[in-house]
């Protein structure tokens, strides 16, 4: 089965760069949300989308912005990029219930690593 | 607001043997509740989750999970561990009777490390 496609899986910026992720959600999947997991550290929500539009935000930065396109595909970018920025980047994908009754399981993917040097 | 508790920063125990990690939650509404195992540079897979219904959950890989609302727990549990299992494993929970339950996100512990020895 397809799963949730993160590119790309390692990157290496300096201070001050910027970068954006890419997130592919399982094909029929409507909601996007991003995560940051620092090392040693559990993921902490940073945002989500849900047909296009932002739904939910968490602790993100600032400096990162986020948005969901057309094909239901997200990116993450990330602007002035500090040393404390290298963590490990998910991304997960869901499909809304019918009835207003949202059970859904989030599917993460594999994961961005970036290390801001 | 929603919290997760994994009181075990590592759990051990022998191949063959029961295993149980341990997760507490708090929530204002009813809780979703679910686990996910993550190995060495991966990410997170499902294991199971806890929606309504029967309190015994079974996931993936023989995994299972007993809801138990007085006690707010929701431990995962296998009756007989393999070596393979060693990995880092995550309870999370949404509350589903929060505002924007359809959309909220989920709230991970801190994470248990199982390893199971040969």
């Known amino acids: 089965a397809a799963g949730v496609i993160q590119s790309p899986r390692h990157l290496i910026k300096e201070k001050r760069e910027t970068a954006t992720l890419k997130c592919y959600p399982i094909?029929?999947?409507?909601?996007v949300y991003w995560y940051q997991q620092g090392p040693g550290q559990d993921p902490q929500f940073l945002i989500s989308?849900?047909?296009?539009?932002?739904?939910d935000k968490g602790s993100i930065p600032d400096r990162f912005s986020a948005q969901q396109f057309s094909d239901y595909h997200s990116e993450l970018n990330m602007s002035s990029l500090e040393l404390g920025d290298s963590a490990l980047y998910f991304c997960?994908?869901?499909?809304?219930?019918?009835?207003?009754?949202?059970?859904?399981?989030?599917?993460f993917g594999p994961g961005t690593r970036l290390l801001v040097l | 607001a929603q919290s997760v508790a994994q009181p075990e920063d590592q759990v051990n125990v022998a191949e063959g043997n029961p295993l149980t990690v341990k997760c507490t939650y708090s929530?204002?509404?009813?809780?979703?509740l679910f686990w996910y195992v993550q190995y060495p540079n991966r990410g997170l897979q499902f294991l199971l989750k806890?929606?309504?219904?029967?309190?015994l959950v079974k996931g993936s890989y023989g995994f299972e999970a007993e809801f138990n609302k007085s006690q707010t727990s929701f431990h995962l549990k296998k009756p007989s561990a393999l070596v393979s299992d060693s990995a880092l494993y995550f309870c999370?929970?949404?509350?589903?009777?929060?505002?924007?339950?359809?959309?909220?996100?989920?709230?991970f512990g801190k994470g248990t490390m199982l390893l199971v020895s040969p």
């Open positions: 997960a994908s869901s499909l809304s219930a019918s009835g207003g009754v949202y059970q859904e399981t989030q599917y």
């Open positions: 094909p029929r999947h409507d909601t």
């Open positions: 989308f849900y047909e296009k539009m932002q739904s």
């Open positions: 929530v204002s509404g009813n809780p979703y």
């Open positions: 806890y929606i309504t219904g029967d309190n």
């Open positions: 999370a929970v949404r509350d589903r009777d929060s505002p924007n339950s359809g959309y909220s996100t989920l709230t």
